[in-house]
C-alpha cells in the first residue's frame, strides 16, 4: 500500500523556518516525481512547488519562490520542505502528493494526510 | 497563468440526485484537468483524470467530460458517502492551478 507520511508542521512565528518531511512506501520513491501542495483554512487547493525523481529540477509557484526550498533523499525515501521567510499566508495544511501521469500530464495520487503549520506571532 | 472557476460553490441535493459540477478555465487547456473528492479534515482522492478517464477504484458513477474550457463531474445517483467537497485542476508539466471548490451537502 502506498502511504506518504508528513511531519514537521507545527506553529512558526512570522520571518520563522520550518522544514517539512514526507516519508514515502509502499512504491518505487527514487523512481517518482513528488510534489507539495497546500491548503489555508476554509479555502481551496494550492499547488506550492514539485521536484523530479532524481531531485536534479525543481519547480515552484511565484508565492514561494526564494522563501521554499523542496529536496529528497532517495536514500531514506524522504521528500522535505524547507520553509524559510514564513508568512501569516503560508499558514495552511501541507499535503506531500506523488504525481502521476508523465511529461505534460501530470496529476497529483496519492495524498498524505497532511500536516497544519501555523504562522502567527 | 490560468484561471480556474468552479459552479455552483455550494449544491444541495438529495441522495440519488444526479448531480453535476461545473469547471471552466480562462483559456484552453485541452483535456488537461482532473477532479478530486475531499472530506472534511481529510486528504483530497483523485477521482477523474484527463478529464474523462475515471481513477481505478472509482464508482462508475462518477463520470467526467469536456475539453478546452468547459469541463463537467457528474455524480449520476447521489450516495451518502459522496457528501464531499469536489475540486477540479488543470495540470500542466509540474505546476497547476485548482478550482475553489464546490461543497455538495445534504438537502
Known amino acids: 500500500e502506498v502511504q506518504l507520511l508528513e511531519s514537521g508542521g507545527g506553529l512558526e512565528q512570522p520571518g520563522g523556518s520550518l522544514r517539512l518531511s514526507c516519508a514515502a512506501s509502499?512504491?518505487?520513491?527514487?523512481?517518482?516525481?513528488m510534489s507539495w501542495v497546500r491548503q489555508a483554512p476554509g479555502k481551496g487547493l494550492e499547488w506550492v512547488s514539485g521536484?523530479?525523481?532524481?531531485?536534479?529540477?525543481?519547480y515552484y509557484a511565484d508565492s514561494v519562490k526564494g522563501r521554499f526550498t523542496i529536496s529528497r533523499d532517495n536514500s531514506k525515501d524522504t521528500l522535505y520542505l524547507q520553509m524559510n521567510s514564513l508568512r501569516a499566508e503560508d499558514t495552511a495544511v501541507y499535503y506531500c502528493?506523488?504525481?502521476?501521469?508523465?511529461?505534460?500530464?501530470?496529476?497529483?495520487?496519492?495524498w498524505g494526510e497532511g500536516t497544519l503549520v501555523t504562522v502567527s506571532s | 497563468d490560468i484561471q480556474m472557476t468552479q459552479s455552483p460553490s455550494t449544491l444541495s441535493a438529495s441522495v440519488g440526485d444526479r448531480v453535476t459540477i461545473t469547471c471552466r478555465a480562462s483559456q484552453s487547456i485541452s483535456n488537461s484537468l482532473a477532479w478530486y473528492q475531499q472530506k472534511p479534515g481529510k486528504a483530497p482522492k483523485l477521482l477523474i483524470y484527463?478529464?474523462?478517464r475515471l481513477e481505478s477504484g472509482v464508482p462508475s458513477r462518477f463520470s467526467g467530460s469536456g475539453s478546452g474550457t468547459e469541463f463537467t463531474l457528474t455524480i449520476s445517483s447521489l450516495q451518502p458517502d459522496d457528501f464531499a467537497t469536489y475540486s477540479c485542476?488543470?495540470?500542466?508539466?509540474?505546476?497547476?492551478?485548482f478550482g475553489q471548490g464546490t461543497k455538495v451537502e445534504i438537502k
Open positions: 521536484v523530479t525523481a532524481s531531485g536534479g529540477t525543481t
Open positions: 484527463k478529464a474523462s
Open positions: 485542476h488543470h495540470y500542466k508539466s509540474y505546476s497547476g492551478t
Open positions: 509502499g512504491f518505487s520513491f527514487s523512481n517518482s516525481d
Open positions: 502528493v506523488k504525481y502521476s501521469g508523465s511529461g505534460s500530464y501530470r496529476w497529483f495520487d496519492p
